[in-house]
């Protein structure tokens, strides 16, 4: 791979902010700083971007599939065009394919599906697993019918499937199996999520969650007299939380409480889209459920909210827009956070020595075009 040096860019590396900077990488970044440091090197492709601003590759740790694809589907191939796309049109560089409640058999299909896509496609650094220990009450789009109390041995055999790739997983702490469980999770490298939870704040306390699946939705709500699931992320200062920023599934003014609470260290960016993403409204699918497209918003056919059709690109805008965010957190929330929790040591960051995904973006925060590991992607629109 030829070297390729990105020239008076903006730069926001995750910890800094250049003015007038330049990015040299191959499949890795190789120098990062001002123009006034910059010295030729022979045998370079020089790329100007007078006018432009290059950003971390964006990271989603929770999205179910697109553009007609589902990581639950098992297919390998499918999931690999499904990720390829999503940088192409997304800018994201950093992928965890996401599952849900069902059965045993089509999370062992999903395991061994994304398993192999991920050998093919080294975006895919990871597996969420959404369910299937999870609470009745609060089961949102989740199939009742397969949940299950927690299990270390099963999600074991889970991982073993998925080639060690599962690095977060939702579940409800209230239950009374939970501790084991947690442990399993904390000695094994997957993060426990909080989702999906009827769980109290007196509940919480003993748990060892510290990241919470899509923030105020399908969870205990924070009420004056118990504060619950929502209410005990807002107050642990170290717990990570996810935003659905569509405007949809959290109206906008509680994003800003969120904002204001979390902070932008401790807030994650995520789509949870779904199939739907990107392909015309009309009837979809989630889980084997019926799925009705319409307005940017997904849902079953009593109404309940079914995933999104939310674009990463467009949660990054949005950030800003629902909230008092500005660029240098918005790239936190994008991608420096996500890194920081899971050990993505090579992603979430602009510095020597990480992988070169970068995302080039216009003063309006349009994606104009993407490096993965230092190549070029063609945009698609």
């Not at 807002?234 to 935003?243: D, G, K, P, S, V």
């Not at 800003?320 to 979430?348: C, H, I, R, W």
Request: overall charge negative; charged content about 25%; glycine content about 8%.
């Amino acid at each position: 791979m030829s070297v390729k040096v990105l020239k008076h860019a903006t730069i926001y590396t995750g910890d800094d902010i250049i003015d007038d900077g330049y990015v040299r990488f191959d499949k890795q970044i190789i120098a990062v700083g001002p123009m006034e440091a910059f010295k030729n090197q022979p045998n370079e492709e020089i790329i100007l971007a007078t006018g432009k601003t290059i950003i971390p590759g964006f990271i989603d740790v929770h999205s179910h599939g697109g553009y007609g694809y589902d990581a639950m589907d098992g297919n390998a191939d499918e999931i690999d065009k499904m990720v390829r796309i999503m940088t192409a049109k997304e800018g994201i560089t950093t992928y965890f394919c996401t599952t849900m409640t069902q059965s045993n058999a089509n999370i062992e299909k999903a395991m061994r599906g994304v398993n192999e896509a991920a050998k093919r496609n080294p975006v895919i650094q990871g597996v969420h697993l959404e369910g299937p220990f999870i609470s009745a009450k609060y089961k949102g789009a989740q199939p009742e019918e397969y949940i299950k109390d927690p299990n270390p041995e099963l999600l074991d055999h889970w991982n073993e499937l998925a080639g060690g790739l599962v690095k977060l997983i939702t579940y409800a702490p209230e239950d009374d199996h939970s501790r084991e469980f947690e442990d399993y999770c904390l000695s094994h490298g997957i993060v426990p999520a909080v989702g999906h939870s009827n769980a109290t704040r007196e509940q919480l306390l003993h748990s060892k969650a510290g990241h919470a699946t899509h923030l105020y939705n399908a969870q205990r709500e924070f009420k004056h007299r118990e504060p619950g699931v929502t209410g005990h992320v807002m107050l642990e200062n170290n717990m990570y939380a996810e935003l659905i920023m569509d405007g949809f599934h959290i109206v906008p003014d509680m994003l800003q409480l969120a904002f204001d609470q979390k902070g932008p260290e401790r807030v994650e960016l995520v789509t949870d889209s779904m199939r739907a993403k990107g392909i015309a409204e009309g009837e979809s699918e989630l889980g084997g459920q019926k799925v009705y497209v319409k307005d940017k918003q997904a849902r079953l056919e009593d109404g309940t909210l079914a995933g999104s059709v939310l674009s990463f690109d467009d949660a990054f805008k949005n950030c800003m827009k629902f909230t008092d965010a500005d660029l240098y957190d918005a790239v936190l929330m994008s991608s420096v956070n996500q890194a920081n929790e899971f050990g993505l040591t090579t992603k979430g960051g602009i510095a020597e020595g990480k992988d070169a995904d970068l995302n080039i973006i216009d003063n309006s925060c349009n994606l104009l075009s993407t490096y993965s590991y230092g190549e070029l992607v063609p945009k698609m629109d």
